[in-house]
């Protein structure tokens, strides 16, 4: 005699197969993990924005009373722009991390991550890794440093280290201000089907780069014996809300601690970089201060060995500003030749990129100039919140000064051959 208990198993195990029987279809399972998986980045993309809109207008606004309290001086330009300029963007990174964090809560505790894990497994362990870093490479589209957070889901150490170590090399939205600043500026003749197929190659350029490092990197410093899969299909259930919650509250307080700190600090030091000036220097008449910064003077000390990429002293200082923040290339490229709000607008910036002159009267800038500056972009680790993310999952300095190392080798070996080549060209 059957009892009520088994036939209560026995339905939900009909009930599971045929979820399954969708889940696990050839066809069927990876267009629903797919669908999944971009409803998941159009969340940490889309949904957590304007969240992050309101805790950076807080930022600015409580800047703005410090500065009306203290005044316009070089110590209130120091709290507003350098520390509280700091704080506001590890607020704008806090909704990403919260919204990844129940997401993947969500996924896990539902079964379905076990299943889509399943389902690209094979895809990925070609390349050194499994199913489960599927979510962090696609989630650092929007931002690496929530998906450096979403590596936790990975089991093997040697895996995760390495999808840690390959996650700045996707291109995250950071870049695309960048990006269309240089299509705009120097590729805007050739037609919007030529500047789209470049975007997009930029983006084609990144995974690739990420799958070319992670084989390098399995095979030298994260060599290891891969782990199998090895994986029960959990069975299909409501999540518990209170466990979700606080998983979220906790990966925000761990963010706070652990990366918001450093990204401070950096942030302060970046100031004092672009903002207080060098000793003996002096500026032109009518000149932006910038050129009299100690990052100004760091980018023309720089400038012989770069100029073999294309790079003047004012895109040395540039990138020096975008290691706070990538987006921040425009804004201060936008200062260095005197305009403000190039990132709202970078139209008038594109202008004036096109018309800036070098030695000799020749062209400052072609581009030869602008697709080595989007090589190097593509590969080098050009944010200090990544960094900060690294050595937080890693426990190690050790890790992220290596990541930089790495990537800047390969953005300015890479930078410097398209250069060379483009010019050789005639481009």
């Not at 599971?16 to 971009?38: C, E, I, K, Q, S």
């Not at 170590?165 to 950071?174: F, G, H, I, Y």
């Not at 040395?316 to 403000?340: K, P």
Request: hydrophobic content about 55%; proline content about 5%; some cysteine.
């Amino acid at each position: 005699m059957t009892s009520q208990g088994d036939r209560r198993g026995a339905s939900l195990r009909a009930r599971t197969d045929r979820l399954d029987a969708v889940l696990l279809h050839p066809v069927l399972g990876p267009l629903t993990f797919v669908l999944l998986m971009t409803a998941l980045f159009a969340a940490v993309f889309l949904v957590a924005d304007p969240a992050s809109s309101v805790l950076e207008g807080g930022a600015r606004w409580l800047g703005a009373r410090v500065q009306n309290l203290l005044g316009r001086n070089v110590f209130s330009s120091f709290l507003v722009d350098g520390v509280l300029g700091g704080a506001g963007t590890v607020l704008a990174f806090l909704p990403q991390i919260v919204i990844l964090t129940v997401a993947m809560e969500l996924l896990d505790a539902s079964g379905y991550l076990a299943r889509g894990v399943f389902l690209v497994d094979r895809l990925l362990r070609g390349v050194g890794l499994g199913g489960k870093a599927f979510v962090p490479m696609l989630t650092a589209h929007a931002c690496a440093v929530p998906a450096i957070a979403a590596t936790r889901i990975l089991r093997d150490p040697k895996e995760r280290l390495t999808a840690i170590l390959v996650l700045p090399l996707m291109t995250c939205s950071a870049r695309i201000p960048t990006y269309g600043l240089l299509i705009a500026a120097f590729l805007s003749s050739s037609g919007p089907i030529a500047q789209a197929l470049v975007f997009v190659g930029l983006y084609a350029a990144g995974i690739a780069a990420g799958m070319i490092a992670s084989i390098a990197l399995r095979r030298t410093v994260t060599r290891g014996r891969a782990l199998p899969l090895a994986i029960e299909m959990p069975a299909y259930r409501a999540p518990e809300a209170k466990a979700v919650a606080r998983a979220g509250v906790n990966a925000a307080l761990r963010f706070l601690r652990d990366v918001g700190t450093t990204i401070v600090a950096s942030s302060a030091v970046l100031w004092v970089l672009l903002s207080v000036p060098m000793p003996g220097v002096s500026a032109a008449p009518g000149a932006p201060a910038i050129e009299r910064s100690v990052a100004a003077s760091v980018g023309r000390a720089m400038e012989p060995v770069t100029r073999v990429a294309g790079f003047d002293w004012r895109i040395n200082v540039g990138l020096i500003g975008s290691f706070g923040a990538r987006e921040l290339m425009v804004g201060t490229l936008g200062v260095i030749h005197g305009l403000e709000g190039a990132e709202d607008d970078p139209g008038p910036l594109a202008a004036r990129l096109r018309a800036a002159r070098g030695p000799g009267g020749r062209p400052a800038y072609g581009v030869p100039t602008a697709l080595a500056l989007m090589a190097f972009f593509v590969l080098a680790c050009q944010c200090v919140s990544t960094v900060a993310a690294i050595r937080r999952e890693t426990r190690s300095w050790r890790w992220a000064l290596f990541t930089l190392g790495y990537t800047y080798a390969a953005g300015a070996v890479v930078a410097v051959l398209v250069y060379q080549v483009a010019r050789a060209l005639g481009a």
